[in-house]
């Protein structure tokens, strides 16, 4: 078994909300234990509001959970030192548009330090961005700019991943585009975490699939298990279920 890179224990997180008369409470996520090893790409998969984001938020310490414990690579959350370990797309990628996505990215190296010239143009050949990072953003398709958040999570090389619906909003070919870089990674021995509600994409490249909902995880699914029966029709039993 491949050694543990995150660890949930029992992680809870409500959201307050004021309004004119009161408070109202928000279940973000409820009780999530869960550990993703080194290697993999484990999947959340959730409906609309499951608490896929939030997950996403506290393990990379943009939020704080109210109860329970995150690790990653063993060090309890927030820990600054994990920040060369992570890279990270987020659900909405929102860059300075008026720059190029090379002026970005270098930005971005400069930040991370030490990131060689070599390295910059590697990435740009590996997102496919090559005839286009000169352009400005503002220029960029839906899923030029996915492919450059891709290329900003990669800068400083980090060996775990976190994507927050990479795919969403992308045509297939976009779609098959990520999906293509997201194994490519995974053969250069990233881990990666992959929230989505496209089934279809993470039967294709998840080895685990973690089912949220109302911000429980309900189940954990082995890949060989939807090689029998279909993901969709075990998401839709167990949330139908519940
Ligand atoms: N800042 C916030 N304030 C109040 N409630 C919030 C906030 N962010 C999320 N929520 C609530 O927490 C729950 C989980 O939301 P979350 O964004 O984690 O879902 P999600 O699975 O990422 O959804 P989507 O697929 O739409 O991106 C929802 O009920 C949502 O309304
Ligand atoms: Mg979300």
Redesign the pocket.
């Known amino acids: 078994m491949n050694s543990i890179v995150v660890e949930f224990s029992n992680v809870s997180k409500v ?3 004021k309004l004119f008369l009161g408070n109202k409470e ?4 409820k009780d999530l234990v869960f550990q993703i090893y080194e290697n993999e790409i484990f999947g959340l998969l ?12 506290l393990l990379l310490g943009l939020l704080f959970a109210d109860s329970g414990i995150i690790k990653i690579l063993g060090q309890t959350i927030p820990d600054w030192r994990l920040n060369k370990d992570i890279g990270y797309l987020p ?1 909405v990628v929102s860059f300075n548009k008026k720059f190029s996505g090379y002026d970005l990215l270098t930005f971005y190296a400069d930040v991370a330090g030490g990131v060689s010239k070599n390295k910059i143009e590697e990435i740009i050949s590996f997102v496919k961005l090559n005839d286009s990072i000169r352009r400005k953003v503002l220029e960029y398709s839906k899923g030029m700019v996915q492919r450059l958040g891709l290329a900003q999570a990669l800068v400083h090389e980090p060996r775990f991943l976190v994507l ?2 990479p795919s969403s909003g992308l045509d297939p070919l976009g779609i098959k585009e990520i999906r293509d870089l997201v194994l490519k990674l995974k053969s250069d021995g990233k881990t990666i975490f992959f ?1 989505s ?1 496209l089934i279809s994409e993470l039967e294709k490249v998840c080895d685990r699939v973690g089912i ?1 909902h109302k ?1 429980q995880l309900l189940r954990i699914i082995n890949k060989s298990e939807w090689e029998n029966d279909s993901l969709e029709d075990m998401f839709l039993e167990i949330i139908t279920n519940y």
């Open positions: 959201y307050h909300k928000i279940v973000g996520v959730g409906l609309n509001g499951s608490g896929k984001t939030t997950t996403i938020k659900e927050d619906e929230s509600h949220i911000g």
